[in-house]
Each structure stands twice: as C-alpha cells, then as structure tokens.
C-alpha cells in the first residue's frame, strides 16, 4: 500500500520573456531538474511550439502522441498528456509543433485565455512548483501562461539590449493583471549566460538591478558550453554535468526559489 502523500499546493510560474535565445528553455529544464533534486515535486508545462524543453529532457516528439495543444483544443485531460518522472522526478506535459498552430485557433475558442488556467487546477495539489515554459511572443498562448500563472520569472540575457521589450512585457504583465488575474506578480528576474569576465556583462547586471531592484535573484547562470551541449543529450544539467558551475548554479537559483516559498 502507498503511503500517503501530503497534500501540496503548487507555486505556478510563468518562464516568460518574448524574446528569444535568453534562457527560457535552458531555465525551464535545470531549475526543474534542480528542484527535483531537491525532493521536491516538479511539472513542466512546454508551452513553446519548438518543444526545447521536451526534447531538452530526451522527450521524443514524434512519439507523443497527445500534447499541451490537445489539453487546450480538445478538452483532453491534462494528466492524460503528463510524462511521469522524465528526470529527476521531473513530470512534463510535452509541446509538439502541433502547438504551433494553438495561436490562430484559439482565437475563435471561447474562454481563450483561461485554458491553460482551467487544466492546470487539478495539478495544483500534486505538485509543488509548476513551470510553464513560454513562447517568445506575447500571443494568446503567452495570455494564457499569464493568466493562470501566480508569478513570473524573467530570465534577461546579460547582452546588449537586454532591457529591450521588457517594457512591453511589463505592460502584458499589467493588462492581464486589471482584468483577468488580479494577483499577477513578479517571482523573480533571472541574469542568464552571464560572463563576468566582461564589463558587458557587469554593466548589464547593475542595469537590471537598479530596474528591477529586490526581484533579481541573487544567483548569476554563467555562460557555459556545459548547458548548451547538454540538451543534445536529452539530459538536464543535473545529470550531463553535475559538479560543473551550470548545476551548481541552477542548484543555488532552485534554493533561493525554495526560499522565496
Ligand atoms: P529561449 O528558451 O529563451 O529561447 P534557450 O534556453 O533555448 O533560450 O537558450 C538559447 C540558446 O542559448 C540555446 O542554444 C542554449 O543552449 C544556450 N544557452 C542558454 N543558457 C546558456 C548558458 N548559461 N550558457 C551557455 N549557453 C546557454
């Protein structure tokens, strides 16, 4: 007989930033696996058409046969899609580039905005942190993640123009917030592919820091090829890497994670 589970109440966060290549996917997986590392219990939500964070964690595509885009169109259930323990104790619901299609459907759906919110209710007491990894767009899937997501997190490449369309994000932020989910907020901004050696980077950092000031987390994710080479491998960096500073590093942003509740 099992024994029983105590009852959770997940934390769902938005991975969110429109713009591409900043660390979405890369932040979805190893924070995931991280957590998971850290005993606690963990469901990704791929909600990006590209499905990196499917594949990222050795999820075939071609062989899902249901995903994320059949929980919002076709009223299939959530945990019918779910993959148990991929990782780390990591569960997943698998986008396929059927999702890509998601945008322009939806529109003509009613409730367009709450689906992900409707189908994400029974996994609040299963899990202790849900992740919904973005889009890079702010279209109606992103409105969705808005929607039923408690909070964000913003990964900011430490680059050149990293500020740029935060001012827009902030903006979706605040609509979706005045009509449709009061509570919004930020979780936390992240600085990703920092490479400190750079006075970019260094600049880029204070620059996000006196903008977002107590929101960015303390823990910088360095720019290392461990973390791009890893998901060729289908693994987290958990697992390819473990004792290298891109686990460390998502190990030490999973505790602050733990710590903010
Ligand atoms: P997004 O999901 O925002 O599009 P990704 O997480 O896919 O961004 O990252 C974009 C690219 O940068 C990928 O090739 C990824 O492997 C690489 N990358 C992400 N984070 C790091 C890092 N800290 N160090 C080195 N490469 C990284």
Excluded: H, W
């Amino acid at each position: 007989q099992l024994a029983a589970e105590p009852a959770r109440n997940a934390r769902i966060v938005a991975i969110i930033n429109q713009k591409g290549g900043v660390g979405k996917s890369t932040t979805a997986i190893n924070l995931s696996a991280s957590l998971g590392v850290l005993g606690k219990k963990v469901l990704l939500v791929d909600l990006d058409p590209q499905g990196n964070s499917s594949s990222g964690l050795g999820i075939e595509k071609s062989r899902v046969e249901n995903c994320i885009y059949n929980v919002l169109l076709d009223d299939v259930a959530l945990s019918d899609v779910i993959i148990a323990d991929v990782c780390n104790g990591v569960d997943v619901a698998p986008a396929t580039i059927n999702l890509a299609g998601a945008e322009v459907e939806l529109v003509s759906e009613i409730a367009r905005e709450n689906r992900l919110k409707d189908a994400l209710k029974s996994a609040r007491g299963t899990y202790d942190y849900v992740f919904v990894d973005c889009p890079p767009s702010l279209g109606l899937l992103t409105v969705n993640a808005l929607v039923a997501a408690d909070s964000l997190l913003i990964p900011i490449q430490c680059e050149f123009y990293a500020l740029e369309g935060v001012t827009k994000l902030i903006d979706s932020m605040k609509r979706v917030k005045s009509r449709l989910n009061p509570s919004l907020d930020i979780f936390g901004v992240l600085l990703t592919m920092y490479d400190g050696r750079t006075t970019l980077a260094r600049q880029v950092a204070d620059e996000v820091r006196s903008f977002f000031g107590e929101t960015v987390f303390d823990t910088l994710i360095p720019r290392t090829v461990k973390l791009s080479e890893a998901p060729s491998f289908g693994l987290p960096i958990t697992e390819y890497d473990p004792s290298g500073k891109g686990a460390l590093a998502y190990g030490a942003l999973a505790k602050e994670v733990v710590q903010r509740g």
